[in-house]
C-alpha cells in the first residue's frame, strides 16, 4: 500500500502525520481540551519513525539507529512538555484560540507540516526506495552525524537543567545567565540545530537524487527558529520586559544569540560579524524601551504567535507563561519548571 502511495513514503507519512494530528485536533475542538497538544507533537516524530521503520521491514543498521535517535528525542520532547502543562494546568496560547476553529486549524495544520518535514530524512532513510540500505555500510558520516546528535541532545539536556535550576531559586533575576546560559542566549535553540544536522548527515550517505532534498530538515529549524516562531518572539518579550532593567543590555551586547561563545570573546567581536556569522540580527533588538516594535515587528508577531507551532515550547518556553507559572509556583511553594 505505501509504495503504491509512493515508494518513498512521502505521501505516505504525510497522511499518517495529518491524520494522527486530526485525531488530537478533534479532541482538543470537542472538549476545549488543549493539554495534549505538544504531547501530541513530540509522539508525532516517534509514530512516524516506528511505523516507517516496521512497514519497511529493512531494519539495517542505519535506519534502527536513526529510527531510535529520533523516537528518542520524541519520547523527550513529548513527555517533558505533557509533565510540563499539567504542572501549570493551562496552555497560554490557547486562550483566544479555544473557540476559534479556524486558529485551531491552522495551528494543527502547521504542527502536521512541522511534524512531516523534520522527519524526512529518518522516513527517507527508512523507505530506502533505491534498495541500497543492505550495501551501504556504516562509515564516518554516519559517526559523526550521530556525535553530533548525542551533542545537541547533551547541550539541550544540560540547558534545561541549568534553567531549572536558576528559575527554582526564590531570588532569581529575569534572565538566565548561568552555566551554559552565559555563553548563548539560545544554547539549546544550538543543540536542536546540531540535532537534526546530526540525522541528515546519516542519512545523506543512503540518499540520491533528489533525495538529498531532505536536507530542507535542518534547514527548516534553522528558519523557523531565527526569523519565526523561536528567537523574534522570544527576543522581543525580553526586551519589552527587561529592557530597562540594568545589566540586561550588557548581557545581550556580550552573549552570542545561539552559537556558544565566551561573553569576552563575542564582546569583542566587530558588529558585521557578529551579523554576518552569529545571526545577530536587527529584529532581536525590537521592543526595547517603550515596547513599541520597529519596522512593523507587531504586526508580524501577531500572525506568528497565532499560529505558533509547539516548537516554541519545545525549545522556548513562552515569556509570559513561564513567568506566570513561576509566580504561582513560589506562592504555594511548589516546584515547577519552566523551559527556556
Wanted: aromatic letters at 14%; hydrophobic letters at 50%.
Amino acid at each position: 500500500m505505501t509504495a503504491v502511495l509512493d515508494a518513498r513514503y512521502l505521501a505516505f507519512t504525510a497522511l499518517l502525520s495529518v491524520g494522527y494530528q486530526l485525531v488530537f485536533f478533534l479532541i482538543t475542538a470537542t472538549f476545549r481540551f488543549d493539554k495534549l497538544t505538544d504531547f501530541a507533537g513530540g509522539t508525532g516524530f516517534i509514530v512516524n519513525a516506528l511505523v516507517t521503520l516496521v512497514v519497511s521491514g529493512g531494519y539495517h543498521p542505519r535506519q534502527i539507529v536513526l529510527s531510535a535517535l529520533q523516537i528518542g528525542w520524541g519520547l523527550r520532547l513529548a513527555l517533558f512538555l505533557l509533565f510540563r502543562i499539567l504542572k501549570w494546568g493551562e496552555d497560554k496560547r490557547f486562550d483566544d484560540k479555544r473557540d476559534s476553529l479556524p486558529q485551531l486549524i491552522v495551528f494543527w495544520t502547521l504542527q502536521a507540516i512541522w511534524v512531516w518535514t523534520v522527519s524526512l530524512s529518518v522516513t527517507l532513510v527508512n523507505a530506502d526506495a533505491n534498495g541500497i540500505a543492505g550495501s551501504i555500510g556504516l562509515g564516518a558520516a554516519d559517526y559523526v552525524g550521530w556525535a553530533l546528535f548525542a551533542v545537541g541532545l547533551t547541550l539541550e539536556a544540560v540547558a534545561d537543567q541549568q534553567k531549572l535550576t536558576f528559575k527554582s531559586a526564590p531570588d532569581a533575576k529575569a534572565w538566565c545567565d548561568v552555566g551554559v546560559w552565559r555563553w548563548s542566549r539560545h544554547p539549546n535553540y544550538f543543540g536542536e540545530w546540531l540535532i537534526w544536522w546530526g540525522v541528515f548527515i546519516s542519512a545523506a550517505r543512503q540518499l540520491r537524487g533528489g533525495e538529498y532534498a531532505a536536507v530542507v530538515s535542518p534547514l527548516f529549524i534553522m528558519a523557523l527558529l531565527l526569523g519565526l516562531s523561536g528567537m523574534p518572539i522570544q527576543e522581543r518579550g525580553w526586551n519589552k520586559k527587561y529592557g530597562r532593567m540594568a545589566g540586561f543590555d550588557d548581557w545581550k551586547r556580550t552573549t552570542s544569540p545561539v552559537v556558544p561563545l565566551p561573553p569576552a570573546v563575542y564582546g569583542a567581536l566587530p558588529a558585521v560579524v557578529k551579523t554576518v556569522f552569529l545571526f545577530e540580527w536587527p529584529i532581536y533588538a525590537q521592543g526595547f524601551e517603550d515596547g513599541s516594535d520597529a519596522g512593523g515587528g507587531r504586526r508580524r508577531s501577531s500572525w506568528l504567535i497565532a499560529a505558533r507551532l509547539p516548537l516554541l515550547d519545545a525549545y522556548g518556553a513562552d515569556s509570559e507563561q513561564e513567568d506566570s507559572a513561576q509566580s504561582t509556583c513560589r506562592v504555594c511553594h511548589v516546584s515547577m519548571m519552566p523551559r527556556h
